[in-house]
């Protein structure tokens, strides 16, 4: 049935009872449309079924008066707009109109006199990210470390520019038809299942889901290592079964050494099957490969150091220069592991997190758990960990190996980061960018006093202050400026801005020394520089003025102090 909205002018509807009534009113006096059909629309003719609010606006006036005064001047009414006031104190109503009239009504009435605001109806969602998987009350860690809250923002399945994000797991396998990680599982989207071809050139024929590198073939077995690895990174979540995973909706890329003790040159062989996927999709921006962002190593060797595994240590740099984080778990030995020696904790390489336990207490665990005030760089959950299990079912893990994979799933999040500039830079800049993330991590843990003096950090993972320090950290900083693990110096607030010449900067300072403030225009030149002192350690208040002989224009403002340096964006007319 075709209908003028103008029909409606009639029908004064205040609630949606009566929005409904206009439905029956319209049926009852469906033969009147076609005498209103003259009736032209103030903004165009509307199309289709009627329904009722089509779409809505909400309006808010200066006052009562002015909404008064909007009704005698413009063709609401006529126009079939109808509308119910939304609370009696603040003038506001919300209007119905067809979808098709929506935006031009929006605009109309924006400009309308007396007129505060007019947006659309969103819909609120309710702010409850707890997974309802059934474990999920069992899984102390994950709200610890703020898991539930970080998801608000971050699942872990794509980047902001599409990407889809892969954990591979290096392990001696896992079973991946178990319930929980069936729908995680890493397809290779370039390799064509059982036709006997290596469809993607990469050495490996069939490769659908990863490797298993023992028996050299497709088929992963069920390790009862590898699965609850598996299930901490990335169970599926919020499916109703057995347990969350830390990064929510990542995949999972196995790599699997089928043994408990494994030579290492499977080691290298799983590495480099992880490292050619990310190459691949850094140098075709994507064609190729796949996005793999984090290897989780929950494995090493006791007891020896990097002079004597030279070349793991090496696969490990050559795979953070590609962009993919190894996250390494150190020895379940309480000892210092820079005088007993752990392979690959020791290597150090830039990008490697290297993990270790804390209790359900939350501290360092005294029995377990290496440490190391220049390798350990913090730690997560590693004690009574729910988490899938290779019978297909779910139990109890433990131990350092429990712990790197939530740091795992936490890197997988933070990909997930809705910024498209980070996005791109993932690939054009997968170093820096992986840099980046590594630094958000360890500049974000809960500091433990446990972990203060045998740990890099001294703290615990906190994904809810990573996610919150993500927007700022990944995406709007000057990526120099966060590249450095420690202490940073930030500038919170410049007023007045755009100023004529004095400024005033609120900054946090490392330390009592002096700030170098430098101006910079915008092709990078400096274009002033001073050292200032500061009074307080707190923040800060820096007020200067700026050269009379400075022209006009956007600069950038730098305060930094050992190293560390932090920027923005002023604008000065003189
Ligand atoms: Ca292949
Ligand atoms: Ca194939
Ligand atoms: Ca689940």
Known sequence: MKHSDNFSCFIPIYNKDLIFARYINIMKYSVLIVLFFS?????????????????????????????DDLLANTQLQKAGVTWKPIGKSFSLYELFTHKDTVEEWKRRLSNAPGVLHVEHV??????????????????????????????????????????????????????????DLENQVWTNPHE????????????????????????????????????????????????????????????????????????????????????????????????EGSFVVAINLSLGIDFVFPENYPIWCNLLDSLGKAGVIPVVSTTNSPSLIDSVG??????????????????????????????????????????????????????LFGGTSASAPFVSGAVALLYSSPCVEFAERALSRPYETALQVKALILNTTKPLPSLEPITITGGRLDIFEAMKQANVSLCQRDSNSILQFGPSIRINKVYPNPNMGSVQVRFTPITLDPVEVRLYDMVGRLAWEDQLSIQVFEAEDLEFNLPRSLASGTYILELSQEGSRDRTKIIYIP
């Open 39 to 67: 009736f032209s629309m103030a903004i165009g003719q509307s199309q289709g079924d009627l329904s009722p609010a089509e779409s809505s606006l909400i309006i808010q006036l200066k006052s009562q008066k002015a909404w």
């Open 122 to 179: 969103g819909e609120v969602q309710l702010r409850n990210t707890e997974p309802n998987d059934e474990l999920y009350s069992e899984q102390w860690a994950l709200p610890l470390m703020g898991a539930p809250l970080a998801w608000n923002e971050l699942d872990g399945a794509r980047t902001a520019m599409g990407d889809e994000i892969v954990v591979a797991v290096l392990d001696n396998g896992f079973l991946v038809d178990h319930p």
């Open 192 to 287: 064509i299942p059982n036709n006997g071809i290596d469809d993607d050139n990469n050495g490996f024929v069939d490769d659908v889901h990863g490797w298993e590198f023992l028996n050299d073939g497709p088929d992963h077995n069920a390790g009862s290592h590898g699965t609850p690895v598996a299930g901490i990174i990335g169970a599926s979540t919020n499916n109703t079964e057995g347990i969350a995973g830390m990064a929510y909706n990542t995949k999972l890329m196995p790599l699997t050494a089928a043994a408990n003790s494994i030579p290492t040159p499977e080691i290298y062989k799983a590495l480099n099957y992880a490292l050619d996927q990310r190459q691949k999709y850094n140098s075709s921006q994507g064609q």
């Open 342 to 395: 752990d392979v690959p904790a020791l290597c150090g390489t830039d990008l490697q997190i290297t993990v270790t336990k804390t209790t359900r207490q939350d501290e360092k665990d005294i029995f377990e758990g290496g440490y190391s005030s220049n390798f350990v760089h913090l730690a997560a959950p590693g004690q009574l960990i729910q988490s899938t299990s290779s019978s297909g079912t779910y139990g």
